[in-house]
C-alpha cells in the first residue's frame, strides 16, 4: 500500500508542497518511482509524518525533529494524553489478553440502553482507540490487526441475536475497494441489524462483484465505509458506476476516509 502526496495531506492536515519541501530539505521520507510516473509514499513515511506534526504542535522545530532520523522516529513512543483506563486497554492489546477485553466489552453491553450506543460509545471508541495507538507507536501494525480480527469476530457473534429470517436483505454493506478495514462497514451492518432492517455485510469485495450482487438481490441501498481516503473524484466515480449499473438508488458512504476526503476538499476550497 502506498501513499500519493495528496492522501497525505489529507491525513495529516501538512499542504503537499510543504511535504515536498520537507523531503527535498532533508530527506526524511523515502517515496517509490512507480511505473506510472507518480511517488508513493509507503506507511512509514505516514507514521514519520504524523509524528513529525505532533512534536511541530508540541512546539518542537522541524530541523530539531528530522534530525532524530528515520529509526529513532519510527521508534518514538507518546502515551501523553491517554487516560490510565487507555493505557490498560492498550497493554491488554500488546498481550493479546482478549478474553479480558471481551469481559470488559460486556460489561459495557449490559450497560448500554441501545445497541446503538453500545456500538457508538464502546465499540467505536475502542477502535478509534487503536488507530491512534499505532500512529503513536504504542502498538504494533501486528497488535493492531490481530486486535482487529478479534473485534470483527466478536461483533459478528453480537449480530447473530439479530438475524432477520425468512427476509431478503434490502441494505448491502461494503468496504470501499481497496480499502482492507472491514471494522467500520461491519459496526454499520450491526445498527442496521438491530433496528430490524434486512442487511448483508460483504466486506471488501471489488467493484464488480458488488454490482453482480446489487442486481442479483432485491437491494434497494448500499452502505461503503472507508477508513483511508481516497481523491473525492474516485468516490464519485464509484458511486455513479453503481447507480448506473444497478437497480439501486441510494448509496451512503461513512468513516474517517470519507471525512477526510470531504475536509480535503473543503481545505482546497
Not at 501494525?141 to 459478528?156: H, K, N, P, Q, T
Request: charged share 25%.
Amino acid at each position: 500500500m502506498g501513499y500519493l502526496i495528496k492522501d497525505l495531506s489529507k491525513l495529516t492536515g501538512v499542504k503537499g508542497f510543504t511535504i515536498r519541501k520537507w523531503q527535498e530539505r532533508y530527506r526524511i521520507f523515502q517515496p517509490q518511482l512507480a511505473p506510472n510516473g507518480y511517488w508513493y509514499y509507503t506507511p512509514d513515511d505516514f507514521t514519520i509524518l504524523s509524528r513529525i506534526v505532533k512534536r511541530i504542535e508540541q512546539g518542537e522545530k522541524i530541523s530539531s525533529i528530522v534530525a532524530l532520523g528515520r529509526e529513532k522516529l519510527l521508534s518514538l513512543k507518546d502515551d501523553s494524553g491517554y487516560t490510565e483506563e487507555e493505557k490498560k486497554l492498550i497493554r491488554l492489546i500488546q498481550e493479546n489478553q482478549f478474553t479480558e477485553i471481551g469481559n470488559l466489552l460486556e460489561k459495557y453491553f449490559s450497560e448500554s440502553t441501545r445497541f446503538s450506543n453500545f456500538i457508538y460509545n464502546h465499540i467505536e471508541r475502542i477502535a478509534i482507540l487503536v488507530g491512534r495507538a499505532w500512529k503513536d507507536g504504542l502498538i504494533s501494525v501486528a497488535d493492531e490487526y490481530s486486535f482487529s480480527r478479534w473485534m470483527i469476530g466478536y461483533l459478528r457473534q453480537k449480530c447473530n441475536q439479530f438475524e432477520i429470517s425468512g427476509n431478503k436483505p434490502i441494505w448491502l454493506v461494503a468496504v470501499f475497494p481497496g480499502d482492507t478495514h472491514e471494522l467500520g462497514a461491519l459496526m454499520h451492518y450491526a445498527i442496521l441489524l438491530s433496528k430490524k432492517i434486512p442487511a448483508r455485510f460483504v466486506g471488501n469485495l471489488p467493484v464488480e462483484h458488488l454490482i453482480k450482487e446489487l442486481n442479483r438481490g432485491h437491494y434497494r441501498a448500499l452502505s461503503v465505509s472507508l477508513t483511508l481516503a481516497p481523491p473525492m473524484g474516485k468516490i464519485e466515480k464509484f458511486k455513479n458506476t453503481i447507480l448506473s449499473k444497478t437497480r439501486v438508488k441510494k448509496v451512503f458512504f461513512g468513516g474517517r476516509g470519507y471525512k477526510l476526503a470531504k475536509y480535503g476538499i473543503a481545505r482546497e476550497k
